[in-house]
């Protein structure tokens, strides 16, 4: 077949998940609370009073888990570490059950042939730092630095694959502006100075890893382009404005040492003037952007919706996900596109992407029957192709997600796994989707 597809040789297959969203046991073994915790046994923040108490029970069904990637062909794996699991306090002491607990993960992965893939921030902050200004305190930097250190230091002989964070914008999006994520703050002067202070950890944390770090790093972003919904200037402009927040506000700092203009007219009088030397420790070279994508949006101007003055057009046509997000996989090349045309091609990784579709209960013979989600894949599989064959340099890729899980605050209702996990009994059951995906593996993207 002429056109059959075919990913670069080395392409990396992998799929995500993260601490919180998976372990359950928040607190066993010595491990600090996280403001995940106390966020999600506040009433009202997650849906159905839902938390990660117990979760997918990874943390003690580990073993189990890494024979399901086995099954499923995964050739790398990619999760967090939970601050407060491995330093209780956020700072100081190390608890060597906690840390234990990832050390023997990775022993776990590689005994199976699997890559880690490691994320030192996926959200959940250990209570007692944002008990001292969290992502609002300057010295959070030094605070990121440190505790990435010991993670190094105790792992970069067998992790090859890092990122300091996932997805600043949605930490200081819905951590601190809306108030939909932990540590749930309602606060527009917040936000621009929590975005601030991730960026400066990320690049401390970098800056270690190059005194004690053999191998790469990088910083994990979420992305989603936006389109005018009309050809008016004012929907353009709210588009430029949307993209620039969301796209543009972390890329621009850490490649150019300097924000995008148009962040001062998204936050208006609630964005300071930051000091110069600030650039000079986020600007830190990385070996990689991993890059997350769901969606996009069709964006029109809608001056009372504050900061960006934007808002997001239904489109009526459209395929929508379980979480109400638009399919639209030519919204994935463009987005590479444009990252590889703005930032010189870095070497890119697609950390995460998937979908959750109702999925119907498992079937007799253990079958769980989600086409929708292997149209998602395929689709979006394609895409990516495509723009490898421009020469945009994307090297592997990470379904979201391996486990049904914890989607935050909607709880367990959104379903992402390409593996059904049973909550009441912790049965776990791939999905066609998991089945599909194991042939693209063992295929290298020819079943596409
Ligand atoms: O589970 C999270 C996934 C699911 O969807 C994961 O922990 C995050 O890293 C990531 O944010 N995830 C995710 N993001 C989709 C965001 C789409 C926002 C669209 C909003 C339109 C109204």
């Given at each position: 077949?002429?056109?059959?597809?075919?990913?670069?040789?080395?392409?990396?297959?992998?799929?995500?998940?993260?601490?919180?969203?998976?372990?359950?046991?928040?607190?066993?073994?010595?491990?600090?609370?996280?403001?995940?915790?106390?966020?999600?046994?506040?009433?009202?923040?997650?849906?159905?009073?839902?938390?990660?108490?117990?979760?997918?029970?990874?943390?003690?069904?580990?073993?189990?888990?890494?024979?399901?990637?086995?099954?499923?062909?995964?050739?790398?794996?990619?999760?967090?570490?939970?601050?407060?699991?491995?330093?209780?306090?956020?700072?100081?002491?190390?608890?060597?059950?906690?840390?234990?607990?990832?050390?023997?993960?990775?022993?776990?992965?590689?005994?199976?042939?699997?890559?880690?893939?490691?994320?030192?921030?996926?959200?959940?902050?250990?209570?007692?730092?944002?008990?001292?200004?969290?992502?609002?305190?300057?010295?959070?930097?030094?605070?990121?630095?440190?505790?990435?250190?010991?993670?190094?230091?105790?792992?970069?002989?067998?992790?090859?694959?890092?990122?300091?964070?996932?997805?600043?914008?949605?930490?200081?999006?819905?951590?601190?502006?809306?108030?939909?994520?932990?540590?749930?703050?309602?606060?527009?002067?917040?936000?621009?100075?929590?975005?601030?202070?991730?960026?400066?950890?990320?690049?401390?944390?970098?800056?270690?890893?190059?005194?004690?770090?053999?191998?790469?790093?990088?910083?994990?972003?979420?992305?989603?382009?936006?389109?005018?919904?009309?050809?008016?200037?004012?929907?353009?402009?709210?588009?430029?404005?949307?993209?620039?927040?969301?796209?543009?506000?972390?890329?621009?700092?850490?490649?150019?040492?300097?924000?995008?203009?148009?962040?001062?007219?998204?936050?208006?009088?609630?964005?300071?003037?930051?000091?110069?030397?600030?650039?000079?420790?986020?600007?830190?070279?990385?070996?990689?952007?991993?890059?997350?994508?769901?969606?996009?949006?069709?964006?029109?101007?809608?001056?009372?919706?504050?900061?960006?003055?934007?808002?997001?057009?239904?489109?009526?046509?459209?395929?929508?996900?379980?979480?109400?997000?638009?399919?639209?996989?030519?919204?994935?090349?463009?987005?590479?596109?444009?990252?590889?045309?703005?930032?010189?091609?870095?070497?890119?990784?697609?950390?995460?992407?998937?979908?959750?579709?109702?999925?119907?209960?498992?079937?007799?013979?253990?079958?769980?029957?989600?086409?929708?989600?292997?149209?998602?894949?395929?689709?979006?599989?394609?895409?990516?192709?495509?723009?490898?064959?421009?020469?945009?340099?994307?090297?592997?890729?990470?379904?979201?997600?391996?486990?049904?899980?914890?989607?935050?605050?909607?709880?367990?209702?959104?379903?992402?796994?390409?593996?059904?996990?049973?909550?009441?009994?912790?049965?776990?059951?791939?999905k066609d989707s998991a089945y599909f995906y194991r042939e693209v593996i063992a295929?290298?993207?020819?079943?596409?």
């Amino acid at each position: 077949m002429s056109n059959a597809i075919e990913f670069p040789k080395n392409f990396l297959w992998g799929a995500s998940t993260s601490a919180y969203q998976i372990e359950g046991s928040p607190l066993a073994d010595g491990a600090g609370p996280s403001i995940w915790q106390r966020f999600a046994h506040s009433p009202g923040n997650i849906r159905d009073g839902d938390t990660g108490d117990v979760a997918c029970d990874h943390y003690r069904r580990s073993a189990q888990d890494v024979a399901l990637m086995r099954e499923i062909g995964l050739q790398a794996y990619r999760f967090s570490i939970s601050w407060s699991r491995v330093m209780p306090s956020g700072r100081g002491a190390v608890n060597p059950v906690g840390i234990g607990f990832y050390d023997e993960l990775v022993d776990r992965l590689l005994a199976q042939g699997i890559k880690p893939m490691v994320t030192l921030f996926h959200w959940d902050l250990p209570e007692t730092l944002d008990n001292q200004g969290g992502w609002l305190n300057r010295d959070i930097a030094d605070w990121f630095a440190d505790y990435a250190r010991v993670m190094f230091e105790r792992l970069d002989d067998r992790v090859t694959s890092w990122a300091t964070l996932n997805e600043p914008w949605v930490v200081s999006d819905g951590g601190y502006l809306n108030g939909t994520l932990a540590p749930g703050h309602h606060n527009r002067f917040e936000a621009p100075i929590a975005a601030h202070n991730l960026l400066r950890a990320h690049g401390a944390a970098v800056k270690v890893y190059r005194e004690v770090g053999k191998h790469e790093i990088g910083l994990v972003v979420n992305l989603e382009p936006k389109y005018p919904a009309s050809e008016s200037a004012a929907d353009q402009q709210a588009a430029a404005r949307g993209h620039a927040y969301m796209n543009g506000q972390f890329l621009d700092p850490v490649f150019f040492g300097r924000y995008p203009e148009k962040m001062k007219d998204v936050y208006g009088d609630a964005w300071p003037e930051w000091p110069a030397e600030d650039f000079e420790l986020i600007r830190q070279r990385l070996d990689f952007i991993g890059v997350n994508y769901y969606t996009r949006s069709v964006t029109r101007d809608e001056p009372s919706a504050l900061p960006v003055r934007a808002v997001a057009v239904r489109q009526p046509l459209a395929t929508y996900t379980e979480t109400g997000w638009e399919v639209y996989a030519r919204g994935l090349s463009d987005t590479l596109e444009w990252v590889a045309a703005r930032y010189g091609n870095p070497p890119l990784y697609i950390t995460e992407n998937g979908a959750a579709f109702f999925d119907p209960p498992v079937a007799e013979g253990g079958r769980v029957h989600d086409p929708l989600r292997i149209d998602y894949y395929q689709k979006h599989l394609r895409a990516i192709h495509e723009v490898i064959q421009k020469g945009v340099d994307v090297r592997g890729y990470c379904a979201w997600s391996l486990l049904d899980n914890l989607e935050w605050a909607h709880g367990f209702s959104k379903r992402f796994g390409i593996v059904h996990v049973n909550f009441a009994t912790q049965e776990r059951t791939l999905k066609d989707s998991a089945y599909f995906y194991r042939e693209v593996i063992a295929t290298n993207g020819a079943v596409l």
